[in-house]
C-alpha cells in the first residue's frame, strides 16, 4: 500500500458506509483523492454538520434539525390523519405521490426480534400516545409489506384497536403500470380479494 | 422529505463518492444519523485530513504523505527495476505477491482518449525522466490487460525503446487455480503461444 496514514485511515472510516467493503472504500478513496478534494471536503463538512445538528422531531420521530419537523408544523395539513412508515425514505416517497395530505409518524424501523429491535427501539409507545391525544382519528398503516413491516403493523393495529380510532392498512394490489404474467402470485391472489 | 438542510446536504454531497447514487446516498445518510453518528464524524475527519495531506510521492508518484513514499525510500530495494503500474490498487496487489522488490512508477490513471486522458494526465514525460536516470535497467510494463492498459503500455514501450533499457510485460496466461474450460479463449491462445 501507499505509504499514508491518512490515506489508510480513510479507507478504514469509509467502511462504515452501508455496502462498502474494502475494495469500494479504496476505490472511493482514490478517486477523492485523485479527482474531487472539494468534494472530499465539502462531504467531510456535511458529515460533520449533520452528525452535530440533525435531530428527531419531537412529535413525528423524523429526522428534523428543530424541535418539530417543517411536516408537523405546517397548518395546512390534516391533523385527522396519521400515517405510519418505516423510515424518512419511505415518508418521502407517500409524500411524493402528492395524494396525502395529513401527519406522519417515522418509526425509524421496525419490529425485528433476530436482531433485536422491539417495541422501545421504534418507539411505539411514543406513537401510541400520539395516536391517541385527541386529534388523531384515522391511523394509516404504511409500513412495508415484508415480513417485518406485516408484523409491525400488526403490533401497532393491536395496540389501538377498540380505542375509537379508524384503523387502515395500505391497499395491496398489482403495481400501476405491470403486466399480471410478471405479478407475483401472493399479489394477484390480495388483488382478486380486495378486489373492487 | 424530512425538514433538514443538513441531511439533505449530505445526502448530496455523498454523491460525490463514485458508484453512489440517490438511493444509496439517502441510504448512506439515514444509517449513520441512525446508528453511527461516530463513525459519520471519524470519517468526516479522515476526510478532511487525507484531503489535506496526502499527495503524490515526487518519484513514484503514488499517495504519500511526505515528498518521498515509503517503497522509494527504502533502501532494500532493487533500484535497476521499474515497474510501471496504472494504479496505487495495482502497486499493491503487486506488493503482496512478495516476488518483487524492485521500485515502483504509479501512473494514477490510463491513457483514454475517449475520456480525454493524455499522456500529460499520466505523467509520461515524469516516467520517461525517472526510467532514462541512469539506475534503471529494466521497465516492467504492468499496466491491466485491458484495451485501454494495452495501448499505455504500448505508448510506453514506443517512448523508451532503443535507449538501452529492458523493457518486460508483465507473462500473459492461465491464471492459477482455474480450469481451462471455463478460460477465454484470447488468454488460452496466449498462453499457448508464450508457452515454456
Known sequence: MPDSNALETLIQSLRCLPGVGVKSAQRMAFHLLQHNRTGA?????????????????ERCHTFAEHALCATCLDVRRDTSKLCVVETPADQSAVERTGAYKGLYFVLMGKLSPLDGIGPKDIGLKKLFDRALDGTVQEVILATN????????????????????????????GVPVGSELEYVDLGTIAHALVDRR
Chains 1, 2 share one sequence.
Open 145 to 172: 409489506f415484508t415480513a417485518e413491516g406485516e408484523a409491525t403493523a400488526h403490533v401497532i393495529g393491536e395496540g389501538l384497536k377498540s380505542r375509537g380510532l379508524q384503523l387502515t392498512r395500505l391497499a395491496r
Open 41 to 57: 471536503q465539502t462531504l467531510a463538512q456535511a458529515l460533520s454538520r449533520a452528525a452535530e445538528y440533525v435531530r428527531h422531531c
